[in-house]
């Protein structure tokens, strides 16, 4: 019987999958019928976590280009085709004010955090999707649209993966579809330092009302590589909370929208007095 979502019997790499959302992103591909390939750089909770997951994995590090070549052929020697790929691992250091940045850690970033997604979808391109077809989801972060202290070079970096992701759309089409999912604050250890810090404020900030679990954001990661998206490419999906509307229906701050919630409905008697 096939799965709703077109999934089952499918392969996916999903890299940084021993822990967090790519974890989760690879338990609920799983759950599809899916077979997954992954990685980490944490080779015990690799081994784990592809144990457990009833996959195959290989530690090591994307910024490595023949660790991404060696992923490839691994899932093409276990399972014979590669559909799905999930770029998912990062690094997100604090690294201070750009004009001290140092220049290995800037490279650093934008090795890890986007040309290892070129990387990756290159080699599963030429090996397998070029001609068969796939998709591909690229975790960017709904904060790369902000100016924050101390984020700035990974910002940059997800912000270059939110337009790679859109060029390699256009350029793959119609075989591969290419899109992107922007997590908020996710409970994960990537952003513990954040959420230890401010898990309270920043949830009664979300119309949502709480912070991120990983598998709220695999659940949107599964929906854009299955069958119900095959009209879908070059698309980023916002899974955050609601925090784009944040400053109008929680905080009730913002100036413009203190003065039009004050202001008359255009249907009302004073509205019609209005010079
Ligand atoms: N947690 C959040 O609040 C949040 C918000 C927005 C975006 N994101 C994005 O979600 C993705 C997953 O982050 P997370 O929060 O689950 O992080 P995490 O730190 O919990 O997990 C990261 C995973 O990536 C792996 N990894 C890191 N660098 C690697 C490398 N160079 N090579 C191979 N594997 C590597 C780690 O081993 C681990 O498995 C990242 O792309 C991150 O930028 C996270």
Request: glycine share 10%; charged share 20%.
């Amino acid at each position: 019987m096939t799965s709703p979502s077109g999934l089952r019997g499918r392969v996916a790499i999903v890299t940084g999958a021993s822990r967090g959302i790519g974890r989760a992103v690879a338990e609920a591909l799983v759950a599809e019928g899916a077979r997954v390939c992954v990685t980490a750089r944490d080779a015990d909770g690799l081994r784990r976590a592809a144990a457990e997951l009833g996959g195959v994995g290989l530690a090591g590090t994307v910024a490595d280009p023949a660790h991404l070549r060696e992923l490839t052929a691994l899932a093409l020697r276990e399972f014979g085709r590669i559909d799905v790929v999930v770029n998912n691992a990062a690094t997100n250091q604090p690294y201070g004010p750009l004009m001290d940045a140092d220049p290995d850690r800037w490279r650093e970033a934008f090795t890890v955090n986007v040309e290892a997604p070129l990387r990756l979808v290159q080699y599963a391109w030429h090996a397998w999707m070029g001609e068969h077809g796939g998709s591909v989801v690229n975790i960017c972060t709904e904060g790369a649209g902000h100016v924050g202290p101390r984020v700035g070079a990974y910002g940059t970096s997800k912000a270059a993966l939110l337009h790679l992701t859109r060029q390699l759309a256009g350029e793959l089409a119609p075989r591969v579809r290419v899109n992107s999912v922007s997590p908020g604050l996710v409970r994960t250890e990537m952003a513990r330092f954040v959420w230890e810090r401010a898990e309270e404020e920043t949830a009664a900030g979300l119309p949502l009302g709480r912070i991120g679990e990983p598998d709220d954001v695999a659940r949107a990661v599964v929906w854009l590589t299955s069958d119900a998206a095959r009209w879908i490419t070059g698309a980023d999906l916002l899974v955050d909370g609601g925090t784009r509307v944040r400053p109008a229906y929680a905080s009730g701050t913002d100036p413009v929208h203190a003065a039009l919630r004050s202001a008359a409905p255009p249907d009302s008697p004073q509205a019609a007095q209005a010079p």
